[in-house]
Structure formats: structure tokens, C-alpha cells
């Protein structure tokens, strides 16, 4: 593979993967939004960047940041209910998560060249959120934006136990 097409599938990724993230983190916003008459907020990258509102849902996005590959975060002033809803909102980032993945997954089969090569990097950074967040974990201190707080898996099965509050 030659210096363009090594470009060309770094930037691919670097613009596929914040989208990635973004779909993970609008999911868990959707869910809030369908079983709450709260408000939702988006933030990938960091809360300096764009904004965007529409109704009850904000996105903020800082493509400016490393960060706007890796961390995103939904937030919300209301969470559901019933159990079964909030269980839901915090399993439906990765549920976002695994369709981007398996659609990656899909086009690697017919890709070639320095797409295919950026398309097994996004195989491969889904698969990882895919299991982070589906890990019923509290992230180590080691893990930057994310250190302290609970996994999505973590927090559904706070829901799904009432053993805590699945919000935090």
C-alpha cells in the first residue's frame, strides 16, 4: 500500500469514527427521548465545540479534539420509569454500536485497498467500544474522560437490579 492510500484510510477512519461514536451516543439520547418528556444532550469530543438544538435534544460536537474520536456522553435531566425503559436507554448506545459494526463488518467483504484497511480499523475500534461499554465495568482511572464512571452495562444492570441509580 503506498503513502495515498495510507492517507486516504486514515482519513476515512478519522471521519467515519466520530460518526460511529456519535450514532453510540445519539442512540442512548433517542431512548431518553421516546420514554421521557425530559431533555437529552449529545457531546462527542468535548462541550466546547458546535452546538445544535432541535426540540429536547442538544448536540455538541469538537471536531478539533483527538478526543472527537474516542469520548462521547449522553446526559439527561430525566430518566425513565419502568424498568424495562431504563434498562433500554443505556443499552441502546451499543445496540448502535454492534449495527455499525456489523455493517463494517459487512463492507469488508466487498472493500479493497486503503478502505478495506480503514474499514478493519473501524472493525476493530467497534468491536472494542462494543465490549467496553457493554461490560458491566466502572472504568478505571486510567481510562481519561470515562475514569469513574459506570459502563453502559453497568448501568443497565443497575436499572435491571435497582440496585443504584442508572443515571449517573
Excluded at 478505571?140 to 475514569?147: D, E, F, L, R, T
Aim: hydrophobic letters at 55%; charged letters at 15%; glycine letters at 8%.
Amino acid at each position: 500500500m503506498d503513502g495515498r492510500a495510507i492517507a486516504l484510510a486514515v482519513l476515512l477512519y478519522a471521519l467515519v469514527e466520530p460518526l460511529a461514536l456519535l450514532a453510540h451516543e445519539l442512540a442512548h439520547a433517542a431512548a431518553v427521548l421516546a420514554f421521557t418528556d425530559g431533555d437529552a444532550a449529545v457531546v462527542v469530543g468535548s462541550d466546547d465545540g458546535w452546538r445544535w438544538q432541535r426540540g429536547r435534544l442538544s448536540v455538541t460536537v469538537d471536531p478539533t479534539t483527538t478526543a472527537a474520536l474516542w469520548y462521547g456522553v449522553f446526559r439527561c435531566e430525566t430518566f425513565p420509569d419502568r424498568t424495562w425503559q431504563a434498562v433500554a436507554v443505556p443499552l441502546a448506545g451499543p445496540a448502535a454500536t454492534l449495527v455499525v459494526f456489523l455493517g463494517v463488518t459487512a463492507l469488508i467483504t466487498v472493500a479493497s485497498g486503503a478502505v478495506q484497511f480503514a474499514l478493519y480499523g473501524l472493525f476493530w475500534a467497534e468491536l472494542s467500544r462494543l465490549i467496553a461499554t457493554l461490560v458491566p465495568i466502572q472504568y478505571p482511572s486510567w481510562w481519561g474522560q470515562y475514569a469513574g464512571k459506570p459502563s453502559d452495562g453497568r448501568r443497565a444492570m443497575a436499572a435491571l437490579t435497582a440496585a443504584g441509580d442508572p443515571s449517573t
